[in-house]
C-alpha cells in the first residue's frame, strides 16, 4: 500500500501561479507512473500530467506550456507547479500512482480556485 497525501491548492486570481506537492509513504520508485488529475464540478476527472521513473512526461493539451510535473526521488514527492492559471483550471486535483503489477492508488485531492 501508498498513501498519497497531496497539498498546495489554494484560491488564486486568473494569471496566478501555485504549486501542488504530492508526498509519498514509499519511495515513488515502486510505482511505475506518477500522475495528477482533476475533476471539475460535473465533468469527468481527467489526466492533467504524469511522469515516470525514467523521468519522461506528458501533458493534456489544455495545460502545455503553462504545467510542469516534477519529482524530487529522495523525497518522495512529485510536484505540478501551474502557471498563467486559467478560471477553467477550477478543479480538486489528484495525485495517483500507478503500480507496476495493476492498480492505481489516489490521493484525497486538494481543491484549486482559480477567480476571473
Known amino acids: 500500500q501508498v498513501q498519497l497525501v497531496e497539498s498546495g491548492g489554494g484560491l488564486v486570481q486568473a494569471g496566478g501561479s501555485l504549486r501542488l506537492s504530492c508526498a509519498a509513504s514509499?519511495?515513488?520508485?515502486?510505482?511505475?507512473?506518477m500522475g495528477w488529475y482533476r475533476q471539475a464540478p460535473g465533468k469527468q476527472r481527467e489526466l492533467v500530467a504524469a511522469?515516470?521513473?525514467?523521468?519522461?512526461?506528458n501533458y493534456a493539451d489544455s495545460v502545455k506550456g503553462r504545467f510542469t510535473i516534477s519529482r524530487d526521488n529522495a523525497k518522495n514527492t512529485v510536484y505540478l507547479q501551474m502557471n498563467s492559471l486559467k478560471p477553467e483550471d477550477t478543479a480538486v486535483y489528484y495525485c495517483?500512482?500507478?503500480?507496476?503489477?495493476?492498480?492505481?492508488?489516489w490521493g484525497k485531492g486538494t481543491l484549486v480556485t482559480v477567480s476571473s
Open positions: 511522469i515516470t521513473n525514467s523521468g519522461s512526461t
Open positions: 495517483n500512482g500507478e503500480s507496476y503489477i495493476g492498480g492505481d492508488y
Open positions: 514509499r519511495s515513488i520508485f515502486t510505482l511505475k507512473r
